[in-house]
């Protein structure tokens, strides 16, 4: 009977340590796993607890004098198991209905970038001539201020005030876009 309650007080024991375990360090080692799986939290969820389950298996790791001192630990275990979680997706091919989705994204996407795109030809063709050919230039066609002041024939400060104010423009009459023009 003594040996049985042994067993179950070592079994509480270690579930209590992985519990403070997960308590301790759970969170940051998700925020790493998160962004080792590109934003996938179910995949970041399942490496987190193969981590622990590591963790569990290695109880020596658990034992440290210093607590603290299993996160370097936890995190690299995490991070070996997200490269090979990673590789061995890779070495598979993908499945057909990844395939739909990822076809359903670009599509999804071009039709998107070509409502801006309209959007932004609009919106350009409200500025006056001076700004639009300083914004055509330095803008859509690359070219540096020095270059299109050289081209237009005016002071590289007024391409810069022109380019300034042809953008202030735009962010008024696209305001949706706003945060992509800065």
Known sequence: MTAGTTLTKGTTTAEHELAALQREHGRPL???LLRLCDGDRQ???DLVQETLVRAWQHPEALRADDFDSVRPWLLTVGRR??????RARQARPPEVGDAILENARVISDHAERAAEMLDVREAVKTLTPEHR????LVYFQGA???????TLGIPPGTV?????Y???????????YAADLR
């Open 133 to 136: 050919e300083v914004l055509v």
């Open 81 to 86: 198991l997200a490269i090979d979680a990673r």
């Open 166 to 176: 042809a953008l202030r423009a735009l962010r008024r009459v696209l305001p949706g």
């Open 43 to 45: 995949r970041a969820e």
């Open 144 to 150: 540096s201020v020095a270059e299109a002041a050289e």
């Open 160 to 164: 810069k005030s022109r380019a300034y």
């Open 30 to 32: 998700f925020a790493l």
